[in-house]
């Protein structure tokens, strides 16, 4: 099946600084989505995106999907403490998760 | 908060017991799934059930059982487990053909097997 790869595997940041995370297919993806798992809970869906190029806003957090939809991306604006945990993407059809960015925030 | 249940929170097993981990929702999904999740590392797919039927086993090992009695539960059944299975059992749902709405996951079962 697909695989999705996904960087980094930590991040940490600043409060207030930036973040990105990455994930890249081999093949199509015919779409993706994107979870946030804090430390000890369990993974809660954020978004799906399906189209070429799509990007979605949610407050803070922003994604896209390639225009090859190949790849995609998170982006945190200004992390907050409350940002902390691990983000994963999962290809829907595949239902199988990338390994997952860690971030760590420092008030 | 999850509309995902899942029982018990903990278990500790020894290798010889026979357990079984629970599963419930009510959200109307027609797909559930078993994932386990070791330390630090992404969800791996065990089981998926699609109206009731198992559409995918990830050549798990026997002594992990899957059951889906009706189209709200889904049980792990355990037997003979080893060490190395310890981990966090998450079940999740879906409702094929929803795709906007992705896969909601219960809190999850952490066991430890001894």
């Known amino acids: 099946g697909q695989q999705v790869m996904q960087i980094p595997q930590y991040q940490h940041v600043q409060e207030g600084e930036d973040f990105t995370t990455y994930c890249n297919s081999s093949?199509?993806?015919?779409?993706i989505q994107w979870y946030k798992q804090r430390p000890g809970g369990h993974p809660v869906f954020l978004i799906q995106?399906?189209?070429?190029?799509e990007v979605k806003k949610q407050k803070r957090l922003t994604f896209q999907f390639g225009e090859a939809k190949k790849n995609s991306s998170l982006h945190i604006t200004a992390t907050q403490t409350t940002d902390v945990g691990t983000y994963f993407c999962?290809?829907?059809?595949?239902?199988?998760f990338g390994a997952g960015t860690r971030l760590t925030v420092k008030p | 908060d999850t509309e995902v249940t899942q029982t018990p929170k903990h278990l500790v097993m020894g290798m010889t017991n026979k357990k079984s981990l629970k599963c419930e929702q009510h959200?109307?999904?027609?797909?559930m799934y078993w994932y386990k999740q070791k330390a630090k590392k992404p969800p791996e797919l065990m089981f998926v059930?699609?109206?009731?039927?198992?559409?995918i086993n990830e050549s798990v090992p026997s002594r992990f059982s899957p059951e889906c009695p009706n189209s709200s539960l889904l049980n792990l059944h355990l037997h003979a487990l080893q060490p190395e299975d310890s981990a966090l059992y998450l079940c999740?749902?879906?409702?094929?053909?929803?795709?906007?709405?992705?896969?909601?996951f219960g809190s999850g079962t952490r066991l430890t097997v001894v």
């Open positions: 059930y699609s109206y009731e039927k198992l559409s």
């Open positions: 093949t199509t993806l015919s779409n």
């Open positions: 995106l399906v189209k070429s190029g």
């Open positions: 999740a749902s879906s409702q094929p053909g929803q795709v906007d709405y992705g896969y909601t």
């Open positions: 999962a290809g829907y059809n595949d239902m199988r």
């Open positions: 959200m109307g999904h027609r797909a």
